[in-house]
Structure formats: structure tokens, C-alpha cells
């Protein structure tokens, strides 16, 4: 490892509690990233939402990974992806932490974006290229330095938002300031790396940790290596900022012998992690500064997956030479912020000077082992709900001297609304899909970390009698077993299509109702995940039916040697924005031997190549009416039919009448919508005609009647 001159980092920051700023460790302000190209990644990203409660409307399936990064950033990339995900599903307020589920990628090659005075920068890592998703144009632009600053970096306690822009640790106006998501990998499998059984431990034991505020102590470690163990003089203040008998200092090179520990700090090449006489326990983070610990095809040096191995929650890494700048590696305070009751997420990169473009951070960033979480309840109706309803939620926490600021409502993964504690809320079941939904509440600490505790219960929906029922006899098999899903309906209303969905995606279609669908396990892909019947009407209605639970094995058995069937659907895009469009089709051969290709191209989109099960798509900003993808599947059992994708172009607010866009509906609203109307805005096209005439009035009236959530 290269040397540098010390640099001494600015250890103070101001104090902040930021109304906004709302993360806490909450699985709901998650986007877990799954490869859908990959059983591996599906079987780990399935196996992280489950043990999390992650809810499906938060999962994406997407390749993390890039060619390099200006394929990565650029149109039709993964951050037009992202971005243009979380706006189409109206979460882009409410998304901190971005999880991938990516065990075969470490790094995205980027050479000559970043300089760097000692060593040449070629390589960001596969987690900071996530977290750059709002400076892209500014690295795009070549002119940032390695030592970029990280304008979340500081030493007090607080919660991180990936809505604010910092400055100095702060939130701030400056156009200095930058905004962030915090990334992790939930491992990688490769040479060197960690096992899937490896991963899925360290998930369980960080699920496990949360508020348990375990007995130990943090260990800084003194190594005899004077350019590894440049951070030793923070070590005094970081010890002087834990209670008494909470960490230590220690000469060696791992803390051996010590059965206790709550994390560790050091700085070697090859420390003898593995067999060293020590315990990690349940919520630690661990690492060790050197050039290569998550340099994964370089064989030198002890690599990072090793903490992971010993139990730790999470750990970090260079995945090329870094030199021995302080600012590329967390600082001491990291351990403080963590006892605080940060998460390790927000612990981590608020401990980190520079932005970490070649730093990979690894585990489970949500991991809140010495927070004291609140609790938070409510009863809802245990029947079918045809009116509008309200309930009030009860909320508490033990923390000494702490209480209730505010708790949050969730629908099916969307942010509702705020209250202060002691407030009802109601829910207007005429503004939402007909039939089951999931209602979680948050409730936040006052504390200037924002600790949030959360509860997950549901109700059902019959505002406009269309009940569905999803028939699952198979619930249990391996990725090469058939699932066959018999979808009806009753009541009023004619059917358009009926689907069956799984986080977010559409797995397979029909026009007729009652339906009945196949997939395999391959299609939904391995792990203990939950799929749901939605059929759509052709007045606009939705209706949902209850979600089941499958349980599919990491194992295939004897494939069918069945063709592919590609399944025709519907997808609805916000004009002017980019989404990801699922290419569902039924199969049981391998991922790998499994190719997409595109036979008819959107008129209205812009889209992405490939042969992978999915296409970014980005609709062209004055866009409007129906388009259409068409593609087909090869396997080596053979070759699908041709299906159709209808693209639908459309204004995509989740209240279509809140035209002056202020979470609700008021009598502003008509004056916006007749000012939108005069300036000849297609997000007045209520009816979908792509024409603005006297039955959009109409249709915005009808809306209105509706409501919002």
C-alpha cells in the first residue's frame, strides 16, 4: 500500500436532527436490488426480504451489474433504472438504503473518471456506483478527485435521508451539497468471497441483533504497521466518546482472545482472521485497512469476507489499491455513531471523509443491535371494508428521556401520510385497488437519530365488490417444480387481464377470467417469497387478491423439456420517465441458457439491449396512448411464442386529481387543473385518448369524487 502524507480528518461536525431525515433502519425505506438473471441472487435477495419484511412494492429486478460506469450511468442505464423506478412507483421520497443482492460482482471498471496523485483509479465499487446515482453528471464530467468529499460526513449522531442535501454533515441549500442513497452488498460468492450459507448466517444473526444493546466491547487495535495503522490516533477520542468498559485500545493485530466483540478496528495486510481466538458478536462491524480486502481476483492479503465468516453484520473494503488516504477508510468514530443506535448503514457513511468510490461495503446496513426500538400498533377492520375508515395507532418507547415524534402510514410500500402521535388516520378505500392491502406503521423517537420502530398488518378492500381469489394448490418445491395458479373473480365489472404478480412484477397473463397460469420455480426464483392474483377491469378498477407464500428450494430437479411461453401484458410508465419492463415467460431451464429477444421496439420509448428477462424503457416526454415491445424466449428446450407488451404512457401521480401536487385535494386544484388544461398538458388526458376535450373535465371530476388514499 502506497503511503501518503497523514491527513488528519475534521472529526467535528454539527449537530443535526433534520425533519426529514427519516431512514433509522426501517426495511421500509429499502430498495433490495435482485438479479433476476441469477438463481443465486434471487435465492439470497429473496432470503434478505423475508428475514427483513421487505415489502414487495421495494424490490427490483435489475443486473447490478456494468460494463463500466458510462454504460452504468448513461441512458438506459441502472441509475435511469433506479431513479426512474422509484418515481413510477411513488417511493422516490422514501428510499435511503439501496440492497443488492449481487454475489457476482464486486466493482464496475471507471478509468480516468476519478484522479488520484498515487495511484491511478480504475475501478468504483458495485455499491458506490449505486450510491453515486445523484453526482453522476458530476463524475461523468472527469473532474473529481478521489478525495471527493462526502458532505455526510461527521461525528454526531443523526439519521440519514437520501431526500437532503448535506454540506459539512448538515443539511443545506448550497450548491455545494449533495444527496446520497447508502448501498450495501449483501456479499459477494466468488473466489475468495463468502458462501450463499455464509451470507444467509450473517442476515440471520443481523435480523437477530436489532435492540438487543448487547454486553461487550469495541476493540482498536495497535498493529506494528505503520502505514495500515494511520488511524490509531483517533482511538483515544473515540474510546473517551463510549461509557467506561465499552471499548479498548489493544496492541496486536486481531483481538485475540477477547470473546466480546462488539467491533473491530485495525489495520494489517493479512491478519489471521479466520483462525484467530476471538468472538464476534451478533450486529459488529469489523474491517482492516489494506489495500486489497475486497480486491477479490487479487490472491494477496486477507480479504474482508473473512469478518463476515466470523459473524460479523457488516465490514468494508478497497476492490483495488487505494493508498493509505484516511478519508478512503472509516474512521474510529464509526463505532461511536453505532452505539448511538445509528444503523451500520448510517454509522458507516457518516464515518467515511471521502465519498467512497472504491470502497465496497458488505453485510446488512440496517443492522441496529444498540438501539432501543419503539413499538407501534393499531387494530384494523377484520372484515371486507366497502367505506372510508379510521383508526388511531399506539405508539411507545423505553428509551430514557425519549418520545413519540411522529408515525407514518404506509399502503402496500407507499407513504400515506404523517401524523403526530395520538392522531387518526383514515384510508379512503374508493382511491385504492379493491382487495387486499398491507398497512405499516412507523413511529419515530424524538432523538436526534430518528430510531423507528415499525408493525405490519393488513385489511382488505370492497369499495367496488370485484373480489379475487387465488388458487394455489403447490406452494413447496425446487426452481424446476410447476406452480399452477387458478385466478377468478365475482362481482361486477368486465375483466381485461388477469395476472399473477410477485414483487412488483408480473410473472405471467391472460386475457380471460377465470385464468389459469403456470410457472416454475425457476420464474419466481428460489427462497420464501409471496406471490398475489391482480386482474385489471376495463374501467380502470384494480383488484388484488391475498398473497401466498411459496417456499422454493436452491436445488432444480429434472427439467421438462417444455417450451417457453411468453405471456403478453400490460405496462403502465409515467411520461417523460424511465422504468424497468419485465419479459415474463414460463420455463424451467437454466437462467443462463435462457436468451430474450426484442422482435417489435416501443414507438413512444427509448429502450435498452440485451438478452436478459428485462428491458430499461424510458418514455419519451410528450408521450401518450399505447405502445408496444414485442419479444419472444429461446431455451434449449426450444422457443416461445410471440408476446406483446402494451406500454401505456401516462401522467402517473398516485392521486390523478392532486393537480397542484400537495399530497391532497382541495378547491386549488380545479384553478390547477383548468391552468394544466390551458397549456395544453397531456397530464389532463384523464381519459387516455391522448386528446384534451370536454371529457377529461369529465374524467377529472370522477377522479376528484374518488379521492386520495
Known amino acids: 500500500m502506497p503511503t501518503l502524507p497523514f491527513i488528519k480528518p475534521a472529526l467535528i461536525a454539527t449537530a443535526l436532527a433534520s425533519p426529514s431525515a427519516l431512514a433509522g433502519g426501517s426495511s421500509e425505506r429499502v ?15 429473496h432470503y434478505y426480504q423475508f428475514a427483513r419484511k421487505i415489502p414487495a412494492h421495494n424490490v427490483l429486478y435489475l443486473d447490478p451489474a456494468a460494463t463500466n460506469y458510462a454504460s452504468f450511468a448513461g441512458a438506459n442505464g441502472n441509475i435511469d433504472a433506479l431513479l426512474g423506478t422509484l418515481t413510477n412507483r411513488s417511493i422516490s421520497k422514501t428510499i435511503d438504503y439501496i440492497v443488492l443482492a449481487s454475489p457476482e460482482s464486486f466493482f464496475v471498471n471507471a478509468p480516468g473518471l476519478v484522479s488520484d496523485g498515487c495511484w491511478p483509479v480504475a475501478r468504483f465499487s458495485q455499491t458506490s456506483v449505486f450510491a453515486s446515482a445523484f453526482i453522476r453528471s458530476n463524475i461523468l464530467a472527469g473532474n473529481l478527485s478521489s478525495q471527493e468529499s462526502n458532505r455526510f460526513f461527521g461525528v ?17 441549500a448550497s450548491s455545494a451539497a449533495r444527496r446520497y442513497f447508502i448501498v450495501a452488498s449483501l456479499g459477494y460468492t466468488g473466489p475468495r468471497g463468502n458462501t450463499v450459507g455464509e451470507i444467509t448466517s450473517m442476515i440471520d444473526a443481523a435480523v437477530a441483533a436489532d435492540g438487543t444493546r448487547p454486553a461487550g466491547k469495541f476493540y482498536f487495535i495497535n498493529t506494528t504497521d505503520p502505514i495500515r495503522n494511520v488511524r490509531s490516533p483517533q482511538f483515544s477520542a473515540a474510546v473517551s466518546s463510549l461509557p467506561a468498559g465499552r471499548a479498548e485500545i489493544i496492541n496486536g493485530i486481531i483481538p485475540d482472545f477477547r470473546n466480546d466483540c462488539l467491533g473491530v478496528l485495525t489495520g494489517w495486510p493479512d491478519p489471521p482472521i479466520d483462525g484467530g481466538a476471538f468472538t464476534i458478536l451478533p450486529g459488529a462491524f469489523c474491517d482492516h485497512l489494506t489495500s486489497y480486502a475486497a480486491t477479490f481476483d487479487e490472491p494477496a492479503q486477507t480479504k474482508m469476507s473473512s469478518w463476515i465468516r466470523r459473524g460479523a453484520a457488516a465490514t468494508c473494503g478497497t476492490v483495488e489499491e487505494p493508498c493509505n488516504y484516511l478519508g478512503k477508510f472509516p474512521t474510529a468514530n464509526l463505532h461511536v455513531l453505532s452505539f448511538s443506535g445509528m444503523s451500520l448503514g448510517e454509522a458507516w457513511f457518516r464515518s467515511m471523509q471521502f465519498f467512497p468510490f472504491q470502497i465496497l461495503f458488505t453485510g446488512d446496513p440496517l443492522t441496529r443491535a444498540h438501539a432501543t426500538i419503539p413499538s407501534v400498533s393499531a387494530t384494523l377492520p377484520s372484515t371486507p371494508v366497502t367505506l372510508p375508515f379510521s383508526f388511531t395507532p399506539t405508539a411507545s418507547t423505553t428509551l430514557s428521556g425519549a418520545a413519540i415524534q411522529s408515525i407514518e402510514l404506509y399502503i402496500d ?11 387518526p388516520f383514515t384510508i379512503n378505500t374508493a382511491a385504492i385497488p379493491e382487495g387486499h392491502h398491507e398497512v405499516r406503521l412507523l413511529a419515530y423517537d424524538n432523538t436526534a437519530v430518528r430510531t423507528v420502530g415499525s408493525w405490519v398488518g393488513s385489511f382488505t378492500s370492497a369499495a367496488y365488490n370485484r373480489p379475487v381469489t387465488l388458487d394455489l394448490p403447490t406452494t413447496t418445491g425446487t426452481m424446476t417444480t410447476p406452480f399452477t395458479a387458478t385466478i377468478s373473480t365475482s362481482g361486477t365489472g368486465t375483466v381485461r387481464e388477469v395476472r399473477l404478480i410477485h414483487n412488483g412484477r408480473v410473472l405471467a397473463a391472460s386475457t380471460s377470467s377465470p385464468a389459469t397460469l403456470t410457472v416454475f420455480g425457476r420464474n419466481i426464483g428460489p427462497g420464501k417469497t409471496s406471490v398475489q392474483a391482480e386482474v385489471l377491469y376495463t374501467d380502470g378498477i384494480r383488484s388484488r387478491s391475498e398473497p401466498i407464500l411459496v417456499d422454493i428450494a436452491f436445488t432444480a430437479g429434472t427439467i421438462s423439456g417444455q417450451p417457453p411461453i411468453a405471456h403478453s401484458y400490460t405496462k403502465r410508465i409515467q411520461r417523460g420517465t424511465t422504468t424497468v419492463v419485465e419479459l415474463p415467460a414460463t420455463f424451467d431451464d437454466a437462467l443462463a441458457n435462457t436468451t430474450f429477444t426484442i422482435l417489435g421496439n416501443p414507438e413512444f420509448a427509448t429502450m435498452s439491449t440485451g438478452t436478459k428477462g428485462y428491458r430499461v424503457v424510458t418514455s419519451l416526454p410528450n408521450a401518450c396512448g399505447p405502445d408496444t415491445i414485442l419479444f419472444r424466449v429461446n431455451t434449449p428446450s426450444g422457443q416461445s411464442n410471440t408476446a406483446t407488451i402494451t406500454l401505456i404512457h401516462d401522467s402517473g401521480p398516485a392521486c390523478p386529481a392532486d393537480f397542484d401536487d400537495s399530497g391532497g385535494l382541495t378547491a386549488n386544484d380545479f384553478q390547477a387543473f383548468l391552468n394544466a388544461y390551458a397549456a395544453a398538458s397531456l397530464r389532463c388526458d384523464m381519459n387516455g385518448d391522448c386528446n384534451l376535450n370536454a371529457a377529461d373535465f369529465q374524467g377529472f371530476l370522477n377522479a376528484y369524487a374518488r379521492g386520495c388514499p
Request: a neutral charge; hydrophobic letters at 35%; zero cysteines.
Open 31 to 45: 430498495l433490495l436490488i435482485i438479479n433476476p438473471s441469477s438463481a443465486e441472487s434471487m435465492y439470497l435477495g
Open 156 to 172: 454526531s449522531p443523526t439519521s440519514f435521508s437520501s431526500t437532503t442535501s448535506y454540506l459539512s454533515g448538515a443539511p443545506s
Open 413 to 423: 410500500g407507499v407513504l400515506q401520510s404523517a401524523k403526530a402521535p395520538g392522531a
